[in-house]
T-cell receptor, first 110, second 113 residues
Framework: QQQVKQSPQSLIVQKGGISIINCAYENTAFDYFPWYQQFPGKGPALLIAIRPDVSEKKEGRFTISFNKSAKQFSLHIMDSQPGDSATYFCAAGGPIDMRFGAGTRLTVKP | EAQVTQNPRYLITVTGKKLTVTCSQNMNHEYMSWYRQDPGLGLRQIYYSMNVEVTDKGDVPEGYKVSRKEKRNFPLILESPSPNQTSLYFC????????????FGPGTRLTVT
């Protein structure tokens, strides 16, 4: 069963535009919500993460918005650049393990 | 350099031939895990280990075995590989289990014919 649902599957954005990826989770025991970025031929790497005591976290052009009551969170990439083209995974972690979304392939066109 | 290493990076094998994918981390993490990545399915956890000699099943453990005899190593064993185990495999380690950053290895692409 997919405990973390991610959308869209793929996303094409023009350079300078805003990329938005959404995730929803089911288990209220999750208390750590990271986003991972994966380039072809590489392992995923942590991009940004949030804990449920805050509703938003910003690091440079990357922002996580978190809605605890709706059990949803999203990644916003401002001023998207071609170098941001990658696969993005949301995840939800608890005391024992972490569950990942299915991934979003982002393409930023020059 | 802090890292997770996996070997081999690429492997082509035949159905039923036992194989082992090794994983090693140099960050003294207690938590380690194995994932498989398939198109449209994301990363699915196979097994995880909270500490030496402590392992447990993830979401897709069928056909896999693991062992954790030392803190730094967490090998993945396929006793009798089948074509449906053709996938991209990642090992990861973490200081805080599921509540902290997972450090991923470079991946092992396995093809079972």
């Amino acid at each position: 069963q997919q405990q973390v649902k991610q959308s869209p599957q793929s996303l094409i954005v023009q350079k300078g535009g805003i990329s938005i990826i959404n995730c929803a989770y089911e288990n209220t025991a999750f208390d750590y919500f990271p986003w991972y970025q994966q380039f072809p031929g590489k392992g995923p790497a942590l991009l940004i993460a949030i804990r449920p005591d805050v509703s938003e976290k910003k690091e440079g052009r990357f922002t996580i918005s978190f809605n605890k009551s709706a059990k949803q969170f999203s990644l916003h990439i401002m001023d998207s650049q071609p170098g941001d083209s990658a696969t993005y995974f949301c995840a939800a972690g608890g005391p024992i393990d972490m569950r990942f979304g299915a991934g979003t392939r982002l393409t930023v066109k020059p | 350099e802090a890292q997770v290493t996996q070997n081999p990076r690429y492997l082509i094998t035949v159905t039923g031939k036992k194989l082992t994918v090794t994983c090693s981390q140099n960050m003294n993490h207690e938590y380690m895990s194995w994932y498989r990545q398939d198109p449209g399915l994301g990363l699915r956890q196979i097994y995880y280990s909270m500490n030496v000699e402590v392992t447990d099943k993830g979401d897709v453990p069928e056909g896999y075995k693991v062992s954790r005899k030392e803190k730094r190593n967490f090998p993945l064993i396929l006793e009798s590989p089948s074509p449906n185990q053709t996938s991209l495999y990642f090992c990861a380690s973490s200081l805080l289990g599921g509540q902290g950053e997972q450090y991923f290895g470079p991946g092992t692409r396995l093809t079972v014919t």
